[in-house]
Each structure stands twice: as C-alpha cells, then as structure tokens.
C-alpha cells in the first residue's frame, strides 16, 4: 500500500522557518521523481518545488532562495526547508511522488497535506 505522511506543518511568524517532512512507502520511494504543492484559500493548487531522480531540483519564482527540498534515502523521505516565511506562504502543502509504471504512464501518489500558517 502506498502512504505518504506529512508532517512539520504549522504556525511561523513572518522571516521564521519551517521543515516539511513526507515520509514515503518504501516500495515508491526509491528512483522516482517527488515534490511539494501547495494550496492556498480560494486559490488553485500551484507546484512549490520538485526534485527529480537525478537530483535535478525546480523552485517556484516566489519561494527560490527560501525554500530548499532535499530527501533522505535512508529514511524515505523528502524534506522542504523554508526559510523567510512570508503570509503569502500560508496554505496548505502536499508532497506527492511520481512513479512511471512500466506501460510509460506516470501516476502521482499523494500524502494527506499539512497546514503552514504565516503571521504577520
């Protein structure tokens, strides 16, 4: 079965940091593409960061050079640090894997969220 379980979400105050951690089941982790979206009120769900098998790493405009996505092979897990946190970081952010099956078709698997809220 495959999980993926949030974690490191919650409350910074503006310029503070936070660490995301999603923890991901051992059969998908190995080899595949992963990343973070994140979803803010009333907006659509927007990519924040991706790392790539090869280690290839994209940010979005808004958050490159405060936030960094890294994994751990050891732990199955892939880790966002922000840094700087703005209010406008404020949303709700998922991880998700992308497994290429052997028919080409790529499936994204996704964890359950956690919520980053930025206070002014």
């Known amino acids: 079965q495959v999980q993926l379980v949030e974690s490191g979400g919650g409350l910074a105050q503006a310029g503070g940091s936070l660490r995301l951690a999603c923890v991901v089941s051992?059969?998908?982790?190995?080899?595949?593409?992963m990343g973070w979206y994140r979803q803010a009120p009333g907006k659509q769900r927007e990519l924040v960061s991706a790392?790539?098998?090869?280690?290839?790493?994209t940010y979005a405009d808004s958050v490159k050079g405060r936030f960094t996505i890294s994994r751990d092979n050891a732990k199955n897990t892939v880790y966002q640090e922000m840094n700087r946190l703005k209010p406008e970081d404020t949303g709700a952010y998922y991880c998700?894997?992308?497994?290429?099956?052997?028919?080409?078709?790529?499936?994204?698997?996704w964890g359950q969220g956690t919520q980053v809220t930025v206070s002014t």
């Open positions: 998700y894997v992308e497994v290429v099956k052997g028919s080409g078709v790529r499936v994204r698997y």
């Open positions: 790392l790539t098998s090869a280690g290839t790493t």
């Open positions: 051992g059969s998908i982790f190995s080899g595949n593409a």
